[in-house]
């Protein structure tokens, strides 16, 4: 697992990483989140971690309908436009719970918000992955999200225009597409999430403890595959470009996913 996690690390690049986006520009001034903590109906969780899944949120969609100052980066049009946008990494349980709110999360500094600002664009939805899952993956926040970001930049993502377009489009056509530019993917690796009137939510990607990709457990539903498909339209994105080697990242950060850590005693 260590192999895994440092081979992806080295693909982050320092700096401002750029989602899935026609354009990311954040603002100059950061709006500072709000602190997230357990509760009753969030209840702190420390469980031994079974698996991960990477959530990645179709932005159009979540945009149509969305309201509030929290959407405003990801949806007022000034900061960018977005496709797929990270919702976060999760840890997952051994069985049908999962760990969350391990430790005490502080408020994000602000200079790591905006490094992670173009692939989540949200601050206080920033905050909230950080505080419910990072948490229980790592004990420093740019741990988590080094390696969050890492994991989003490996995925490429079908023409969702042309996907659009199609007016009988089904759940396993989708997929299909998303399968043929993912070598590393196969159909059953795969969750879409869709919201009223089928139209696309998000995909989860399922993995192992060593973060491979692997089938996607029973308990974790997706939206059936004969289904039919409605994709909200999104911004033309500009052709993907082979990335360049980037230099290693310099070894002062040590990851620490430990899954049968301890609890921490407070």
């Known amino acids: 697992m260590l192999e895994r996690v440092a081979a992806l690390l080295m693909l982050v690049a320092p700096g401002t990483a750029l989602a899935q986006a026609a354009s990311c520009s954040p603002p100059a001034q950061i709006p500072r989140p709000r602190l997230e903590t357990a509760s009753a109906s969030e209840p702190r969780r420390f469980l031994p971690i079974g698996g991960y899944t990477l959530a990645l949120s179709w932005s159009p969609q979540y945009c149509a309908t969305a309201r509030g100052a929290d959407s405003a980066i990801q949806c007022g049009g000034r900061s960018g436009r977005f496709g797929f946008v990270l919702h976060g990494l ?12 391990c430790r005490p999360a502080k408020l994000l500094p602000r200079n790591l918000i905006r490094e992670n600002l173009c692939t989540t664009p949200s601050v206080q939805l920033l905050q909230h992955e950080w505080a419910k899952h990072g948490s229980c993956m790592a004990t420093r926040p740019e741990l988590y999200f080094d390696l ?28 299909a597409a998303f399968v043929r ?56 994105m500009p052709r993907t470009k082979k990335a360049a080697p980037t230099p290693p990242r310099r070894p002062a950060l040590i990851l620490d996913l430990d899954p049968n850590a301890q609890a921490p005693a407070n």
């Not at 009223?196 to 539903?221: H, S, T, Y």
């Open 90 to 101: 999760w840890p997952e349980g051994e069985g049908a719970e999962w760990p969350q709110y």
């Open 148 to 175: 969050s970001r890492a994991l989003y930049g490996s995925i490429r993502y079908p023409d969702m225009n042309a996907l659009a377009r199609r007016d009988t489009l089904t759940v396993a056509d989708f997929v």
């Open 181 to 236: 530019v993912n070598s590393r993917l196969k159909p059953h690796m795969i969750r879409v999430q869709t919201v009223r009137g089928n139209r696309l939510k998000e995909i989860w990607l399922c993995m192992d403890r060593a973060m491979e990709f692997v089938r996607c457990p029973a308990r974790q539903r997706g939206a059936p595959a004969a289904s039919r498909l409605r994709i909200e339209p999104g911004p033309a």
